[in-house]
């Protein structure tokens, strides 16, 4: 057999198995199966991608590509037959639809697509996952049961978690999905960090924050998306990622429901901390779909920093 085969079949653990021992119920395991098997679908269309814009606008009024349309459809589609999912709720829709018969358990939040502006530069872009057993006109805390994103990038990776534990897998070349990493811990500190919105914008506390973790020597790594701005926080154990409160838009730009949610479900899971400036994330009680927060999210230290800064 060829070099390193061997290995590759002894220690392959792929996402079924993985799940499976985690001692995940098994809806929720096919669930987050079927939404990892949607990625494969995902990433082929971004290879086919067409870049042209839709034509429409999202609720935020933001252009949306086709690619972001297709995206929705396609997962929408694939979850509306999976048995599993009552409601659907996306950043490409209105207002949340029930797609099942309404017995179903669980209630998905997706944005299928974060960062499809950064298609034609050929930066890596993302899928971000809400999964929920409860209405989600409540706190992240009280409805969220697991939350997954996957990164198009050189690798497509997924990162997901169930409550037990954040773990990376990695697409191999059969198309399975190979686990990466385990239980991802951050450190108590990190020496990254993505300042989302203008300077120009920022408020003073804001700024005051951004400029002591200059003097401290922090990295500047932002790309303007969303998924792999986060991603690198986790996989280098630590950092910092923010788009706070502009002085025009109090409430940051980011979406609670389709993009914060599940990002600060993982990134707790990981022992990080993600809040609004003031709140944890997964305590904001959610009342529209579109409704927006800012965020500070990634390893203690620095979120904690934030905090004490915008408290002065
Ligand atoms: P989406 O493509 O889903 O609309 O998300 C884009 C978001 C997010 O990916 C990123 O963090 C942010 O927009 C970047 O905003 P700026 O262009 O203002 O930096
Ligand atoms: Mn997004
Ligand atoms: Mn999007």
């Known amino acids: 057999m060829g070099e390193g085969i061997n290995d590759y079949t002894k220690n392959i653990v792929d996402l079924r198995r993985h799940m499976w021992m985690d001692g995940i119920e098994v809806e ?18 971004i290879h086919e991608s067409n870049r042209k814009l839709a034509g429409f606008k999202n609720i935020y ?4 590509l086709a690619l972001d349309r297709v995206t929705d459809d396609i997962l929408k589609n694939k979850l509306q037959h999976s048995g599993f999912v009552s409601h659907y709720a996306s950043e490409e829709l209105e207002d949340i639809v029930a797609i099942g018969c309404g017995q179903e358990k669980y209630i998905v939040t997706a944005d299928p697509l974060d960062g499809s502006s950064l298609v034609d530069t050929n930066l890596s872009i993302g899928t971000i996952i809400g999964i929920h057993n409860k209405s989600i006109f409540d706190s992240g805390r009280n409805s969220m049961v697991a939350a997954l994103y996957i990164t198009y990038g050189p690798l497509i990776t997924m ?5 037990k534990g954040a773990h990376e897998f990695v697409l ?3 198309g399975e999905y190979v686990l990466s990493e385990e239980n991802i811990q951050l450190k108590e500190k990190g020496s990254i960090f993505s300042p989302g919105g203008l300077r120009r914008d920022w408020t003073a506390a804001h700024l005051k924050f951004i400029e002591k973790l200059e003097e401290d020597g922090y990295k500047l790594r932002y790309s303007g998306g969303f998924v792999p701005d986060i991603n690198q926080v986790l996989i280098k154990k630590g950092g910092l990622f923010t788009y ?4 025009k838009s109090p409430q940051g730009k980011l979406r609670l429901l389709f993009e914060l949610q599940p990002m600060a479900f993982i990134m707790e899971q990981a022992g990080g901390l993600a809040t609004d400036g003031k709140e944890d994330i997964l305590s904001l009680k959610v009342t529209s779909v579109n409704q927006r927060a800012p965020i500070y999210i990634g390893s203690a230290a620095e979120v904690k ?3 004490q800064f915008l408290s002065q």
């Not at 990162?159 to 409550?163: K, L």
């Not at 706070?244 to 002085?247: D, H, R, S, V, Y």
């Open 28 to 45: 929720l395991r096919r669930l987050i199966w079927q939404i990892a098997v949607v990625g494969k679908y995902i990433s082929a269309k």
């Open 61 to 64: 009024g933001e252009e949306q």
């Open 159 to 163: 990162i997901y978690s169930a409550g």
């Open 172 to 174: 191999d070349r059969e």
């Open 244 to 247: 706070p409160a502009l002085k």
């Open 305 to 307: 920093m934030a905090g």
